[in-house]
């Protein structure tokens, strides 16, 4: 009982005074880069995220704008390798990784922002007048997620089963689903197994299989 009293007590004494200045300091900010920041690292994550960078504009420099594409390209090859690897959950895939980068690069030329402002501040914040850039750099790692998840498989049986299509474009028109006939009908007999998800359209053609259970079923009733 005498501890609860004393629990009591404490609870309702006042709060201890503050400093006489305490209430008139002036306010203190933190200009850290949030969890929200547009950075190299929600880049390649995939990440939603914010235009932070509070970098102003000045006057135009040839130089700016070449540091700024520099700064993009250097680490193309880090971006598209991390990509394609976590989509295939550790496997490399040098054919993807180069089309990765292809696509990169010519997004990344576009990003020189007139050399008005450095495309990433001190605090590693994309400005905010790279919205543009950023948008088209995360359009094609993301494609190249898709191309690494979906088409890889397939397009590794179709190179390896001799089908028509192969290489780069197999990657674009598997993850597009825009195949040609040949191609689809040489995956549909070929690489059956690895290819059925990623092309539906398959399911309208017989496979090898279906084509030699019919045959089987024919010669039966013909006896």
Do not use: H
């Not at 990509?83 to 696509?103: F, P, Y």
């Not at 494609?143 to 674009?172: F, I, K, N, S, W």
Request: glycine residues 6%.
């Amino acid at each position: 009982m005498k501890a609860l009293i004393v629990s009591l007590f404490l609870l309702g004494s006042a709060p201890p005074a503050l400093a006489p200045d305490a209430l008139s300091a002036p306010p203190v900010s933190d200009d850290s880069p949030t969890s929200w920041a547009c950075t190299v690292d929600t880049l390649r994550e995939g990440k939603e995220c914010v235009f932070e960078s509070e970098a102003t504009p000045g006057a135009p420099s040839s130089e700016q704008d070449a540091a700024n594409r520099k700064l993009l390209k250097d680490i193309s090859r880090a971006l598209c390798t991390e990509t394609v690897s976590n989509a295939r959950e550790g496997v490399s895939d040098a054919t993807l990784i180069s089309m990765c980068e292809k696509r990169y690069l010519a997004a990344a030329d576009r990003c020189g922002l007139g050399g008005n402002v450095s495309i990433v501040d001190s605090k590693g914040r994309f400005a905010a007048t790279a919205r543009t850039c950023y948008r088209g750099l995360s359009t094609v790692l993301q494609e190249a997620q898709l191309m690494a998840t979906v088409a890889a498989p397939c397009c590794e049986c179709a190179a390896r089963r001799g089908c028509p299509g192969t290489g780069d474009r197999c990657y674009a028109d598997v993850s597009q689903q825009q195949t040609s006939p040949a191609t689809l009908a040489c995956l549909s007999e070929r690489c059956e197994d690895v290819c059925s998800v990623v092309l539906p359209s398959t399911s309208t053609s017989p496979t090898a299989r279906e084509r030699a259970g019919g045959a089987s079923r024919s010669g039966s009733a013909s006896l």
